[in-house]
């Protein structure tokens, strides 16, 4: 069954508390922080402030946090973040000149690793850390922005990752999936191999409530 990371990204930062409250409320597990530099990415969002804030309210529910951290350098933040409560932080290799040791400092300070790839970053480049990490994310759009059109070529990347981490017995690293996620391509990635999906706009929109859009995609991927 696929675990539904429901991304704030874009939730109605007016009432962000209640927005997560309501998604917890449906059993949610985990919530994804997009955190991004307006340097590595073209857009700006949220720092460790937001995660503070947020911590009491997942905790309460038994879930987590995660970030996913869009910014350069992410080793400079890495501490504040786990120290404002995120429990897996997931850096982007392309940010990350000394990837094993930016994933051993994230382990040294108490949270899980989490390492992610651009679209176009080839596989390789994450080939030498995949036992160092907890998960890996795989974006399935440029990241920077939500509501963007999910990369139908990301597929055979998924089912390549899985089966490069099978190879390896890595069966407790989970892949993760990121961007133009929805009701229309969900049942793809899990075919493909994901076990959690973010979903941002697929959640918090205007079209229906948190609780009727995690409903759709429950059913969408086939439970
Ligand atoms: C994109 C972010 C995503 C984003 C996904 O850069 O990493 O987490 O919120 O948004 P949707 O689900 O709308 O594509
Ligand atoms: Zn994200």
Known sequence: MIEIAPSILSADFACLGQQVSEALACGVKRIHVDV????????ISMGPHVVKCLKPVVATAGAMLETHLMIEQPERYLAEFINAGAELVTVHVETCPHLHRTLQQIRELGAKAGVT???ATPLVDIEAVLENVDLVLVMTVNPGFGGQKFIT?????????RAMLDARALQRVPIEVDGG?????LAAVVQAGAAIAVVGSGVFNSRGSVKAN??????????
């Open 36 to 43: 991004m530099d307006g340097h590595f990415v073209p857009n």
């Open 117 to 119: 790839l651009n679209p």
């Open 153 to 161: 070529s990301m597929l055979d990347k998924i089912r390549a990752l």
């Open 181 to 185: 996620i929805h009701t229309g391509t």
């Open 214 to 223: 995690l409903d759709a995609l429950g059913k969408a991927a086939g439970g």
